[in-house]
T-cell receptor
Framework: TAGITQAPTSQILAAGRSMTLRCTQD?????MYWYRQDLGLGLRLIHY???????GKGEVPDGYSVSRANTDDFPLTLASAVPSQTSVYFC?????????????FGPGTRLTVL | GQNIDQPTEMTATEGAIVQINCTYQ??????LFWYQQHAGEAPTFLSY??LDGLEEKGRFSSFLSRSKGYSYLLLKELQMKDSASYLC??????????WGAGTKLIIKP
């Protein structure tokens, strides 16, 4: 079972360019999340989706957009990248957004914006 | 504001016991999670507490006191493979996880 996959594994991007980070899960989970992880900081939620067709803003949504056209896929787009978006990006999913549901994480995408 | 505090780094000896503390102040509480993250890898789920008390799972146990806004993760019979960061996270009133910065645990032989 693949679980949750992300692509690319890593990327170097010129400032001002756009990019889409891909995330796919095969667990039929309703809820999906995008986080960024920076040294010395906790994971910070960028956007989330509680079910296909709906999305919401997390703690740090500026500069990012998402879509959830179906259950499996949850792409994250940077419309015009800036150096402060250099980070490791993790996609996660959970059966629901409910109380006890643990989140399962993809392997991450390491993004460098120059 | 919402805040999760845990020590930045801890060192312990192989075979010993270590306790990693986490204190939290969040808008609402819908459970506390502990995750393990090895360097360069994704976080993986360790434990979940929503009621006060101790949850035991093999060598790992997690404790919660909601009145004190406090949890700890207890690791027994430490092994070298336990060298990792341990992340504490609280599900808030919006059912979103608020994460601590993580505790890097170094195990020495």
């Amino acid at each position: 079972t693949a679980g949750i996959t992300q692509a690319p594994t890593s990327q170097i991007l010129a400032a001002g360019r756009s990019m889409t980070l891909r995330c796919t899960q095969d667990m039929r989970h309703n809820a999906m999340y995008w986080y960024r992880q920076d040294l010395g900081l906790g994971l910070r939620l960028i956007h989330y989706s509680n079910t296909a067709g709906t999305t919401g803003k997390g703690e740090v949504p500026d500069g990012y957009s998402v879509s959830r056209a179906n259950t499996d896929d949850f792409p994250l787009t940077l419309a015009s990248a800036v150096p402060s978006q250099t980070s490791v990006y993790f996609c996660a999913s959970s059966p629901s957004s409910g109380e006890g549901d643990e989140q399962f994480f993809g392997p991450g995408t390491r993004l460098t914006v120059l | 504001g919402q805040n999760i505090d845990q020590p930045t780094e801890m060192t312990a000896t192989e075979g010993a016991i270590v306790q990693i503390n986490c204190t939290y102040q969040t808008s609402g509480f819908n459970g506390l999670f502990w995750y393990q993250q090895h360097a360069g890898e994704a976080p993986t789920f360790l434990s979940y507490n929503v009621l006060d008390g101790l949850e035991e799972k093999g060598r790992f146990s997690s404790f919660l006191s909601r009145s004190k806004g406090y949890s700890y993760l207890l690791l027994k019979e430490l092994q070298m493979k336990d060298s990792a960061s341990y992340l504490c996270a609280v599900k808030d009133s919006n059912y979103q996880l608020i994460w601590g910065a993580g505790t890097k645990l170094i195990i020495k032989p």
